[in-house]
């Protein structure tokens, strides 16, 4: 599966779900169930490999000064919740997460991200896009273990960041933040 054809089936999970697609935060999320719905529709080796691409994509966002945007954001980071955010971001589409890598301070310009600063709610990470894309398999193939091997294997064969890339900082130091992550630290510091 290419790039195009990923963020294809992400773009249109988030069609089917109109003005709920950018907030991860409602108890009734209308997204994770419209991907499955999305998925559920292709062949079992397309959905192994949107699920290989989920982790290209996602591996491309391991980096520092995205992850210091998520600790301003949210709060906090650990390896499990910079994976959440990075799964979350992809949600988003692939304008937002383009710019996102590129540019972490962009994020300042999400409506999400302006009521998460004002504590009005919302959210951004995802806990395991994994999830979806595993319950669009087993709705196609009545189970999961096929899927799990093939992943496996794609990985293995995968050459994954040890680390994250880019620039990094104290996220703890507030006159840092500002220096690299103005916006969002005018957001969250301020």
Known sequence: MDIDAWWGIIGQARAAV????DDRDSPDDPLPGAL?????VLEPADIIDFYVKHIEVT???ERYPLMWASFLI??????DGFMDFRDG???????TFSRAVADPDSLADLPVVVRMSRDEGGWIGFEA?????????????G????????VEAAIDGMTRPERPGGGTWDPEDDDAMRL???RLAALFLD
């Open 143 to 150: 189970e999961t273990d096929t899927l799990r091997a093939a």
């Open 180 to 182: 690299h992550l103005p």
């Open 59 to 61: 591996d491309a966002a």
């Open 36 to 40: 499955v719905d999305v998925l559920a």
């Open 74 to 79: 949210e709060g906090s980071v650990s390896g």
């Open 89 to 95: 971001l992809a949600l988003l589409g692939r304008e």
């Open 18 to 21: 109109g003005d709920r697609a």
């Open 129 to 141: 896009l994994s999830l979806p894309i595993t319950d669009a398999y087993r709705r196609v193939r």
